[in-house]
T-cell receptor, first 115, second 114 residues
């Protein structure tokens, strides 16, 4: 079965420190990959997406993610975290053969930023 | 266009009552999705519309749940005879077919069944 794993439930970093959030997927072929951010009580906002091509993708708010086929991973990174980045982050996949574009989400990583 | 709107933002209901939520997608988006998110989990797919046609429903969507999208514009999600297990955030999202642009999510409706 297709699945998405975000191994870290909670991550705490200091403001200005670098960040890496992990995402691994289980799927036979390379799916479409997404990262979303959710602030408390809000919907989800798209940070970035990967469909094909360059494996390093740039997103909004200074985030980037790298697709590694050999590791079935799509980790999210930011070189310097701001206090406003505190939120929950979700990795999602869509099978590339999907006609419905139905997302499979990970369980999320909650980011806390220390001043 | 102000994005995807969901109404109400919060709903508290007694067990056994019926509730209905509304979603207004971005006007040019022909695809509309409903997801359910429980505490500590990622969103789970419930159902999907392309224009007015409901093309897929999750097994999570029991017979007590029904969704409509008349005229391919706004959508409603109704839960009949609510149960405490229905307490969750219900998220609506819309997208344009074939663009790969990803979804635009609404802010969700938080349902609490007491």
């Amino acid at each position: 079965a297709q699945s998405v794993t975000q191994p870290d439930i909670h991550i705490t970093v200091s403001e200005g420190a670098s960040l890496e959030l992990r995402c691994n997927y289980s799927y036979g072929a390379t799916p479409y990959l997404f990262w979303y951010v959710q602030s408390p009580g809000q919907g989800l906002q798209l940070l970035l997406k990967y469909f094909s091509g360059d494996t390093l993708v740039q997103g909004i708010k200074g985030f980037e993610a790298e697709f590694k086929r050999s590791q079935s991973s799509f980790n999210l990174r930011k070189p310097s975290v701001h206090w406003s980045d505190a939120a929950e982050y979700f990795c999602a996949v869509v099978p590339s053969t999907s006609g419905t574009y139905k997302y499979i989400f990970g369980t999320g990583t909650r980011l806390k930023v220390l001043a | 266009d102000t994005g995807v709107s969901q109404d109400p933002r919060h709903k508290i209901t007694k067990r056994g009552q019926n509730v209905t939520f509304r979603c207004d997608p971005i006007s040019e988006h022909n695809r509309l999705y409903w997801y359910r998110q429980t505490l500590g989990q990622g969103p789970e797919f419930l159902t999907y519309f392309q224009n007015e046609a409901q093309l897929e429903k999750s097994r999570l969507l029991s017979d007590r749940f029904s969704a409509e999208r008349p005229k391919g514009s706004f959508s409603t999600l109704e839960i009949q005879r609510t149960e405490q297990g229905d307490s969750a955030m219900y998220l609506c999202a819309s997208s344009i077919e074939g663009t790969g642009s990803g979804y635009t999510f609404g802010s969700g409706t938080r349902l609490t069944v007491v």
